[in-house]
């Protein structure tokens, strides 16, 4: 009878190891849900994030949090994701720098995104605008050119850090342009000293480069991708200027998404794949996504996992190409 009882007690508890996924779906989720931001609290991707956050804890019943870890180029963000339980309370709002870029450049990174993590979403493309200090010598593409050709080296552009997609982006540029800029690393946002003409140049998501030019704080140049946008008609493509300078936004646009550790259950990801589908989907958000000059776009998993693996190869020849390393 003894026996009997271990081994029922040990049957079911095989039963219920066996059934994880089940087991948290069916009750999922009981409580908050935290959204990593790897990047400052108001720059593009926090924007976003906190847009669909709103949305997502309405729809899933519980709420929301954002947690911004800035720094590293996205990694210190990335990094703390790896880390977390793979349970589907802890997701990370990624970008192409942090996935493709930022793990190619820094040789010690602590995480892989191919191994280390699930596709869920991608939310949306973005545009990047080359944006000029309202002080600088130039106003058009042809005229920086032409400037940093008879200036060498003493043109200054600013980055959110050695690894950033505005850092490699600006140097794919200048190699295909023919010219040398100097590169200015910085841990916060260098919009304000763009402004102000500490700094020349800076690459800005098109999220906040609207505003910036709009109420003429800043200059904008020229902007990534194949098509111009709405919200800036005179700003024309790079592609304009320079054929194979960005053709389809591959060197300047990104992409924002969202993902989870490995390890998170399949059912759990397609839960949060449904509900935010239909977030992304909504004329509301749509309508505010587009005004900042954003595509919408809500995929699949699959094909978001099958973007980032792409990127993340493209941009590792790229890093190799301008040997672009970070102990």
Known sequence: MQRRHVLT?????????????WAQSMGYPN???KMIVPFAAGIS?????????DKLGVALGQPVVIDNRPGAG???GAEAAVN?????????????AVHAIAPNVYKSAKYNPP????????????PHVLTAAPNAPFNTMAELVAYAKANPGKVDYASLGVGSQPHVAMEAWAQRLGIKLNHIPYKTNPSPDVMSGVVSLSIEASTTAIPLITSGKVKGLAISGAERIASLPNVPTMTE??????????IGSSWHGIFVPTGTPDDIVAKLNTEIVKIVKLPEIQARMRALGLT????????????????????GQMVREFDIKVE
Not at 9 to 21: D, E, K, Q, R, V
């Open 9 to 21: 007690a040990l049957a079911a508890g095989a039963s219920t190891a066996t059934l994880p996924s």
């Open 31 to 33: 409580r908050p849900i």
């Open 45 to 53: 991707p926090d924007v976003v994030a906190r847009l669909i956050g």
């Open 74 to 76: 996205g990694m210190i």
């Open 84 to 96: 977390s339980p793979a349970d589907g309370y802890n997701l990370l709002f990624s970008v192409k």
């Open 115 to 126: 191994r280390d993590f699930k596709a869920v979403s991608q939310i949306l493309l973005v």
């Open 241 to 250: 200027f320079g054929a194979n300078l960005d053709v389809n936004g591959v």
């Open 296 to 315: 919408p776009t809500g995929t699949s998993a699959s094909v978001m996992a099958s973007v980032a693996a792409a990127d993340y190869a493209f941009w």
